[in-house]
């Protein structure tokens, strides 16, 4: 290379023509992003439209909901040419694949030019941007970074990255930004239709970059690369205030993200506090007592008082297993017991007000589903009871816990149930004993604090990730191991078949060495298939000896053949001293007379049937069970053709005997023996099944492939307890009609 010449024989932004195959690898990885963005950009159109007709019906001003309804009207006619526009601005960097770009002027030379105002709108959509993409790479950073070396062995250039990444979170962003630009929408529903596509596409897209990297893989590009990167985590308002303690907590928000918060708040829950309360009402009145005295009514500040009180008493009990999670009845009883407990003798006895006793009871109800989601020998029982006071607390001091999402009390209570739900199951293995004590010191420190903490949250989060990273290398581990298990099933049976095809004929080989050949020698032969392949010069000279021993060809030195024989039973592992010994008694001495250090055939021929298999057993001494194809009925064929499409990464839901559901991943499986691994939330490994008997259970409806929920366990729950309450009132309201 000449001074001064780039490396990888780039000159600058100038085009560089790739090689055919790179063409066509590129265009394929094209083909392959279009197909999958498609449905996406259509939910987020039909998201996006959804957003506005709630934004329209919340909004008590007439010129807002007609620019609402203009902005449908727009998105409906302009939603094609959206698809298009985007579509071809990716095709763009598709094909400029690898080329550098135009370098920016400095700061300097701008300021040399004159300095100008920056649109706050533009800016504004800038950060949107900004931030969307920043959040795709941080989920997906074990991925694009793969995805980037890939790509950069078809370009011919350095590992492509950020904008250089032609499907990555920077370039989805940019063709959004490009797809939008001619649509006459307001810059608040321009933001609106941002936070759509992030979360329909972005939010998503570790899946597609998984499928992209699976296909150069196959294709050849890089198909051993394993890399393990550090999990980036992107800056949120609790990181934002942890590291900035003295900065109040309403200027951690950034400007997009306040716009959007009323709209996401009025679109994304079920008017939880007033629509369950109004079904708490009716089935009062159609049967339940109140439970409430007209007396004296507590305060607010009373009432805060009293939980400030019992909060307090959460952190006085040691004993994890008394933390349980509270009824209605227990917490109201336990409250005005609170309340009461210093009033003078002979005064009226407070009670609760009908919102903060339905504040009580909604709480517990939630508090009970989330339970009902957690194993009962799980340790996430006690923190969820030791939670439970500090959270109504939060509940009756501020309503916005029930309907809004981004209330800091309720993401932390959504962040504990997740990692309680994935993390802390004792059916899925030993829980995380770091975060059982980063949780159990959670409840200590909420017990104390006047408000909830934002940085509690953070670092749960924090201890999820290093989780999450600890099951990623379980899964590729597992992975590995299966590769090579089903590369040595492989290897035995294309050996078995060579050496039938070679032992059959008019005078089969007998006694010993039809013991050596169908099965050590197999193995040797297989042996040399994993190293070079079947066109390897060790496998060719092996497959010579296989010819002389069967008296295929002619054999020119007996003691070379023997000790041809001694070197591939050493290359199984066997010991030199034994594999002279076993060679001893397969050929007659020459030259000397038998001693009583050499075996007879028969002693031969025990040795070889009791020496393992190669490949019996793993590396942790676990056997390896043979895959035996369970039979298929036309509706199990019909499912297992369907496996073409099969993705690793699939998560499915299974069927167990008593009722309950287990989610496994399929990490891997094998067209060709059939072989399948699946794997838990953690990384190990699940049952061996094969993908015949997958078929079955999926035909039966034993099993089927799951698609994960979106919706929080918060939300779920706010759901479960709506439908619950309904069924309470229709039974009580049939009863009551046959009465």
């Known amino acids: 290379m000449t001074p001064g010449t780039p490396p990888y024989g780039r000159t600058g932004p100038h085009p560089v023509a790739l090689s ?12 392959l ?28 001003n007439h010129l807002e909901q007609q620019a609402c309804f203009e902005s449908r009207t727009i998105v409906e006619r302009d939603g094609p040419a959206f698809r298009n526009r985007f579509a071809a601005c990716l095709s763009e960097r598709f094909r400029h694949l690898g080329e550098s770009a135009e370098h920016k002027p400095s700061l300097a030379g701008q300021l040399t030019t004159g300095l100008s105002l920056v649109d706050p709108e533009e800016q504004e959509i800038e950060d949107a941007l900004a931030s969307m993409a920043a959040r795709g790479e941080a989920r997906s950073a074990s991925s694009l970074f793969e995805l980037g070396y890939r790509l950069a062995v078809l370009a011919g250039t350095p590992p492509l990255e950020g904008e250089a990444l032609p499907a990555g979170p920077r370039a989805l962003a940019a063709a959004l930004s490009a797809a939008v630009k001619p649509m006459p929408l307001t810059t608040a529903h321009r933001l609106l239709l941002f936070h759509a596509v992030d979360a329909r596409v972005l939010a998503q897209s570790e899946s597609f970059y998984g499928a992209l990297n699976e296909h150069y893989r196959t294709r050849g590009i890089l198909p051993g690369f ?37 709209t996401a708040t009025a679109e994304g829950h079920i008017g939880v506090l007033e629509s369950l309360r109004n079904l708490l009402t009716t089935r009062v009145q159609t049967g339940r007592g109140a439970g409430f005295a007209p007396g004296r009514l507590a305060s607010d500040d009373e009432l805060q008082t009293a939980l400030f009180a019992l909060q307090g008493h959460v952190s006085d009990v040691t004993d994890a297993a008394q933390r349980e999670i509270r009824s209605a009845q227990a917490l109201r009883d336990e409250l005005l017991t609170q309340l009461n407990r210093s009033r003078p003798a ?91 004590d980063r949780l159990e010191r959670l409840v200590v420190e909420a017990s104390h604090a006047q408000v909830i ?27 590995e191991a299966m590769e090579g298990r089903d590369r040595l099933e492989r290897a035995r049976q294309r050996a078995t078949e060579i050496m039938g095809e070679r032992m059959t004929g008019d005078a089969p080989p007998r006694g010993v060495l039809r013991i050596l050949l169908e099965r050590t020698w197999a193995d040797v032969l297989a042996l040399h298939i994993l190293r070079g392949g079947e066109n390897g010069e060790a496998f060719l000279h092996c497959l010579g000896v296989t010819d002389q021993l069967l008296g295929r060809r002619p054999i020119a030195d007996v003691q070379k053949l023997r000790v041809e024989v001694e070197r591939g039973l050493e290359h199984l592992g066997m010991h030199p001293a034994e594999a002279l010994q076993v060679a001893g008694g397969l050929f007659e001495p020459s030259g000397r007379e038998a001693t009583d250090a050499d075996l007879t055939p028969t002693d031969v021929a025990v040795r070889l049937k009791q020496r393992p298999r190669l490949g019996e057993g793993t590396a942790h001494g676990e056997p390896v069970p043979a895959v035996e194809p369970t039979p298929m009925d036309g509706a199990a064929r019909r499912v297992y053709d369907g496996f073409a499409t099969l993705r690793f990464g699939t998560w499915f839901e299974f069927t167990q005997p008593d009722g309950s559901q287990t ?5 891997w499986f094998s067209p060709a023996t059939g072989r399948c691994l699946f794997v838990n939330q953690r990384g190990g490994r699940a049952d061996d099944i094969d993908l015949t008997r997958l078929a079955r259970l999926v035909a039966t409806n034993e099993a089927r492939e799951w698609r994960e929920q979106r919706v929080s366990l918060i939300d779920r729950a706010w759901q479960a307890i709506a439908r619950n309450l309904r069924r309470d009132s229709d039974d ?3 009863k009551a009609g046959h009465a």
């Open 20 to 31: 055919p195959r790179a063409e066509r690898e590129a265009q394929q990885g094209l083909s």
């Open 453 to 479: 903490d934002p940085a509690w949250r953070a670092d749960i989060e924090q201890q999820i990730a290093m989780l999450a990273r600890k099951a990623h290398v379980a899964e590729r581990r597992q992975i």
């Open 346 to 436: 002979g005064s009226p006895l407070a009670e609760l007000s009908q919102e903060q006793g339905d504040t009580v009871e909604l709480t517990a109800l939630l508090f009970q589903n989330l339970g009902q989601q957690v194993a009962t020998a799980s340790p996430a029982r006690a923190v969820l009871g030791g939670l439970q006071w500090p959270m109504l607390r939060a509940a009756v001091n501020d309503r916005g816990f029930f309907d809004q999402p981004e209330h800091p009390a309720r993401q932390l209570l959504d962040t504990v149930s997740e990692a309680a739900h994935h993390w802390l199951d004792p059916t899925e293995g030993e829980p995380d004993a770091a975060l059982v």
């Open 226 to 262: 394993r890399v393990y990167p550090n999990v980036r985590v992107a800056s949120t308002p609790a990181t934002e205030r942890r590291s900035k303690p003295g900065e109040p907590a309403a200027t951690t928000a950034t400007t997009h993200d306040a716009s959007a918060a009323p």
């Open 732 to 734: 009580t309201r049939r």
């Open 33 to 60: 992003c279009l197909t999958w963005l498609d449905m996406p950009l259509r939910e987020s159109l039909r998201d996006f439209d959804r957003r506005l007709f709630a934004s329209a019906e919340s909004s008590r």
């Open 663 to 667: 989610r496994r991943k399929l990490a």
